[in-house]
């Protein structure tokens, strides 16, 4: 893409914020460098009116005003008026087509980054802040963007272009017109010299806001449930109030100095009234000279306070620049660019340690391995490392050291397309997107015919409910599946991994929270979905895998134990322990006729 290029060079700090917001307009540069171009034109044809005025006020000072006279100045007047609103409607247009090309690409190489980066990089970002810099900062990069080249060019030029007609009229009168700026930015500089810090506690406060509505929205239906309204809201309140708070005293503490910058920057005529009446009485001046010098001394005052309110955006684009490349920046998993020649299916994890923070390693040197078609369990207490091991070997982390291979080839040696062909991960939180069941099963293959996705659904039991529904595979699931049940939605999920037909099958168990009716029909789905393949089971309920091939106990990041089930029962402690809890814990549901079934071992 075309931001890609500049990313290492923007990483390694060689690039202002500016200048890699600039890196990604490629595609629109010669829009850029044309709206420019118009700005620049526009500003020259609004010069135009100033003249024919002075023009006309010259011919009626020397009394030789007439309407055969004036008229051809009043035509070329609003000739050069309606030609600089065109040439700057047209700068304008050019420049937010430019500003939306490079958000595009912004947010195309911002998604970009986080398919490339480890998913557990990209988990480790609250959805909150991925949602602020995706949506708002980037979005807010476009308001400034768009007007930085017609506007802030236009008005540093038209107040450049004023001075210097007045210092050719006369230097005295530029001066005295453009005293009262440095004076105006003298009295605003103390509220400048705590801005930067100022602006990073805001932006941090607006952040800490952000979150917190995030949790309060997300988290609606727990804080209902148990009762917290009052509590969540008092802190959701306190947010705000404390955004507000800050606000308004860092507006307060400024408002002296804005108001007395925005009196005195529109005084220029002050200084050059009285300069041009006693150039004029000394007759160094001629009154239709100071009738211009007035005019002109009017006019440079709008440009320079439009400039001024330009700081604030750019210093809010500078941080919705940053914040984007703290995403963009993100360490990339490294891939090959061509296929590995991968044989079979089988699984193997060499001497494998692996850390998700510096230090602090939770996997430690575990060797296993996983035939081809063979049914392996991973079991052991909460936190022991389960799914941290199926998952390296979906590469949504990479090792530390060691290696994990499938068909004999390091998952690090292959594209991750490549290995997202090898492996199907189904656990018991699959997303749903907001489209048609139908859509949803589609993305295990988008290719698939309606056919296919059918077949998939009904090898699934997705048949019998699908079927109620008004509009069949059409039927929209809603946000995140929330119309569907669990039971259902993890059913559309396991259709999806049977449409994609991979032969390595990662299960993070899927009937660990599910009741008796759905446990079974999701049971036979998971039973036609590993058919043949070589599966993978990370096991909550010890009764699941007690067919299983190999047993994996693994306790505090490591393979303390592997066999059968009968095996482990006489040979491992912590096994026969797990086991009886499991078991006791079926008998006590049982005997109080509980639907809840099952503990996370």
């Known amino acids: 893409m075309a931001g890609q290029k500049v990313l290492g060079e923007a990483a390694a700090g060689s690039r202002s914020w500016f200048a890699t917001l600039l890196s990604y307009s490629s595609r629109c540069r010669v829009k850029m460098l044309l709206s420019l171009g118009l700005s620049i034109m526009s500003v020259g044809a609004g010069f135009v009116p100033f003249y024919a005025v002075y023009r006309i006020m010259a011919l009626g000072i020397k009394g030789e005003l007439t309407w055969s006279v004036a008229t051809p100045w009043l035509c070329l ?33 911002f998604i970009s980054k986080l398919m490339r980066a480890s998913l557990g990089t990209v988990q480790g970002k609250s959805i909150g802040a991925v949602k602020n810099v995706f949506l708002d900062r980037i979005e807010g990069i476009e308001v400034p963007l768009a007007h930085v080249i017609p506007e802030l060019t236009g008005s540093l030029l038209l107040v450049v272009g004023l001075a210097a007609w007045l210092v050719a009229i006369d230097w005295r ?3 005295a017109a453009l005293a009262c700026v440095p004076l105006g930015l003298l009295v605003f500089a103390p509220s400048l010299k705590e801005y930067n810090a100022r602006y990073a506690a805001y932006m941090a406060e607006s952040n800490h806001v952000n979150s917190v509505i995030v949790e309060y929205i997300e988290g609606i239906q727990v804080v209902k449930a148990f009762n917290q309204a009052t509590d969540s809201y008092e802190k959701y309140a306190d947010a705000v109030r404390s955004f507000k708070e800050y606000t308004m005293d860092w507006f307060k503490s400024t408002w002296v100095g804005m108001n007395l910058m925005a009196s005195i920057m529109p005084t220029t005529l002050l200084g050059v009234l009285p300069t041009g009446l006693a150039l004029y009485l000394i007759g160094e001046l001629t009154p239709d000279a100071l009738a211009m010098c007035v005019i002109l001394a009017l006019a440079i005052v709008d440009p320079i306070m439009r400039f001024t309110a330009f700081v604030n955006e750019m210093k809010s684009m500078e941080y919705a620049v940053a914040d984007t490349r703290e995403f963009l920046d993100l360490p990339e998993l490294a891939e090959p660019s061509s296929r590995a020649r991968v044989v079979g299916s089988s699984v193997s994890f060499d001497d494998v340690r692996f850390a998700y923070e510096a230090g602090e390693e939770v996997i430690h040197g575990v060797s296993l391995e996983v ?26 982390w990479d090792v530390c050291s060691g290696s994990v291979s499938i068909g004999g080839v390091d998952v690090r ?6 290995l997202s062909e090898l492996v199907s991960f189904v656990s018991q939180d699959n997303y749903l997107f907001d489209t048609t069941i139908r ?42 599946g929330g119309e569907l049940s669990g039971g259902e939605r993890q059913r559309i999920s396991i259709a999806r991994a049977i449409l994609k037909d991979a032969p390595i099958v990662l299960l993070d168990e899927a009937t660990a929270f599910t009741d008796p009716e759905n446990e079974d029909k999701i049971q036979r789905s998971i039973s036609r979905l590993s058919a043949g393949k070589t599966l993978v089971v990370i096991a909550h309920r010890l009764s699941t895998i007690t067919a299983a091939d190999n047993i994996a106990v693994i306790d505090g990041g490591r393979v303390v134990a592997q066999g059968k089930h009968d095996e482990l029962l006489a040979q491992c402690p912590l096994y026969a322990r797990m086991w009886r809890a499991h078991i006791g814990a079926r008998a006590w549901a049982a005997g109080t006729g509980s639907k809840g079934g099952g503990i996370d071992d």
């Open 77 to 109: 007047s609003a000739g050069a008026y309606v030609a600089s609103k065109l040439l700057f409607g047209a700068s304008t247009l050019l420049s937010h087509i430019s500003a939306y090309t490079i958000l595009e690409i912004l947010r195309r190489d």
């Open 173 to 175: 009168i530029a001066i």
């Open 371 to 396: 035939p081809e078609g063979s049914f392996t369990a991973l079991v052991g207490p909460s936190g022991s490392g389960k799914s941290t091991l199926a998952r390296l070997i979906a590469r949504h």
């Open 413 to 418: 040696a292959m594209p991750l397309g490549q």
């Open 439 to 480: 859509d949803n099963i589609r993305l295990g293959k988008p290719g698939a015919t309606d056919e296919e996705v059918i077949a998939a659904a009904r090898a699934a039991s997705c048949d019998e409910f699908v079927l109620r529904l008004p509009k069949g595979y059409d039927t929209p699931v809603g946000e995140a």
